[in-house]
């Protein structure tokens, strides 16, 4: 999928600002791109499913580069929603936590495997690697995962550790924001909000302090026109293509 580069905006923007350093532009777009998306919520991915491995609890997005996940929308395990919990609720329900494979060191884990510091050949083809095989010890906290939190804006935890009882299929639905050095976004969310970009940007460039281009009047202005074209993507986000219909209700007397 195509992007599209934050500079392209510039050209819109700048003879608002005449005077205003083409590189300080650009920053402010980003910037506002990225308060943007927040308030959306209009860059949504959803990462296609996969499996968990046994006895491992932290987990990295899968998304578009140079992108920070937001809000998650949905995590589902086997079609099944997982319960979503600040990390302080977490730690509440899940004092324990979880370590990866159960707290087992690797020498152990790969000593039962017969594969650590082993130099004797196999008769497979090229030496093949030896079969990995978690004990009974390693599994011995892990069930079926029931929660989801962050962790990290790259890492989120599954709580408790998967056991190898069953495969667990993971889904994950959420929205996006652009990186802080990131210097482009997928086209099609950036046309779709390219008005409220604009005038975002236009406001906080407005109010500057001790510029030439400086307009408190005209920031206010900008700064109204934000609002409506964020209040508008946003429900326009919410709805999608779908169209509701109106009904009145009176009260009884």
């Known amino acids: 999928m195509a992007n ?39 860059w949504r991915h959803a990462e296609r499913p996969y499996a968990l ?11 578009p ?18 319960d979503h919990l600040t990390l302080d609720k977490a730690l509440e329900l899940y004092p324990q936590w979880a370590d ?15 594969g650590l510091n082993t130099y004797q050949y196999n008769e497979e083809t090229v030496n093949g690697g030896v079969e990995f095989s978690l004990t009974d010890e390693a599994l011995e906290d892990a069930s079926e995962p029931r929660a ?9 935890v599954v709580l408790p550790a998967p056991d190898d009882e069953k495969q667990y299929v993971l889904r994950l639905i959420y929205a996006l924001k652009p990186k802080r050095s990131s210097t482009s976004m997928p086209e099609h969310i950036f ?10 940007t236009l406001q906080e460039l407005l109010v500057l ?42 009260q009884p007397f």
């Open 4 to 42: 599209r580069e934050f500079s392209t905006l510039v050209p819109r923007i700048a003879p608002s600002v005449p005077g205003c350093p083409y590189p300080l532009v650009e920053q402010h777009i980003r910037d506002c791109a990225i308060r943007t998306c927040e308030r959306t919520l209009t």
């Open 65 to 82: 580069a140079n992108s920070v996940v937001h809000a998650v929308f949905l995590a589902s395990l086997n079609k099944y929603p997982l």
């Open 100 to 114: 990866l494979y159960g707290g087992v060191d690797y020498e152990t884990l790969w000593s039962d495997s017969g």
């Open 53 to 63: 491995e046994p006895g491992v609890f932290q987990y990295k997005y899968r998304k």
């Open 209 to 250: 302090p001790e510029v030439n281009w400086s307009d408190r009047e005209l920031a206010s202005y900008h700064a109204r026109q934000y609002r409506f074209h964020t209040s508008e993507r946003r429900a326009r986000a919410n709805l999608g293509n779908a169209r509701g219909s109106m009904a009145v209700k009176f």
């Open 148 to 156: 989801i939190t962050q962790l990290t804006p790259d890492e989120f």
């Open 191 to 200: 046309d779709e909000l390219e008005d409220a970009i604009v005038h975002g």
